[in-house]
């Protein structure tokens, strides 16, 4: 079984277009993660979520808006998407209750392509 | 303004050597320093992680390092595996923050 699945892995779309970026994690965990990988390979925090509270936004442009139906699921949806959004997405998610960095755990990734 | 630097992109060794993997960083408040392994259209899985009230962290065939005067951590592998061949990512975390501070990577190849 996958601890933290997403979908679509794959998703190429046009300019201006809206899409949903889908994300699961059966671990129980309390918080859940989306990060990007940009063209220079960082990974980069965006949004974090604990049972369903929005606890960090890093900046990131009104079109991104993370989604929480529930402590094991957190979406994302870009509205009028730009070329610059192209790249990895990866959800993630964590029990905070232990935080100290090792118990991060990643879903395989979503390859965003903007044309 | 990037916090944690990795600054070789990537390093070739030849199988059954020493791999070290180097990690910079600026922020002084990181309390927790992690290393993790990505393979190709996988996410990162957690390697091996140290304390900042430590300096060395040894799991089997990994070792971390910490010199927090020098700001600066590394990844030793021995011996090195064609299985280790991946893209490591280094990342540090701020007490009480609930996230991670990655770099950007090293691809790491062992050759037979």
């Known amino acids: 079984d996958t601890a933290v699945s997403q979908t679509p892995k794959y998703l190429v779309t046009q300019m201006g277009n809206d899409k949903s970026i889908k994300c699961e994690q059966n671990?129980?965990?309390?918080?859940m993660y989306w990060y990007k990988q940009d063209s220079k390979k960082f990974l980069k925090i965006m949004f974090s979520?604990?049972?369903?509270?929005?606890?960090i936004n890093e900046t990131v442009p009104n079109r991104f808006s993370p989604k929480s139906p529930d402590k094991a699921h957190l979406n994302l949806h870009i509205n009028s998407l730009e070329l610059g959004d192209s790249a990895v997405y990866f959800c993630?998610?964590?029990?905070?209750?232990?935080?100290?960095?090792?118990?991060?755990?990643f879903g395989e990734g979503s390859w965003l392509t903007v044309v | 303004d990037q916090q944690v630097k990795q600054n070789s992109p990537s390093l070739s060794v030849q199988e059954g050597r020493i791999s070290i993997l180097n990690c910079d960083y600026t922020?002084?408040?990181?309390?927790?320093f992690l290393w993790y392994k990505k393979y190709p259209a996988e996410g990162p899985t957690f390697l091996i992680s140290?304390?900042?009230?430590?300096d060395k962290n040894e799991d089997g065939r990994f070792t971390v390092f910490l010199n927090k005067s020098a700001k600066h951590l590394s990844l030793h592998i021995v011996p090195s595996q064609p299985g280790d061949s991946a893209v490591y990512f280094c990342a540090a975390s701020l007490q009480g923050a609930q996230k991670l501070v990655f770099g950007q990577g090293t691809r790491l190849t062992i050759n037979p």
């Open positions: 671990l129980g965990h309390d918080t």
């Open positions: 993630a998610s964590s029990q905070v209750t232990f935080f100290s960095g090792n118990t991060i755990y």
């Open positions: 140290i304390s900042s009230i430590k």
């Open positions: 979520y604990n049972n369903k509270e929005l606890i």
């Open positions: 922020n002084s408040m990181f309390d927790y």
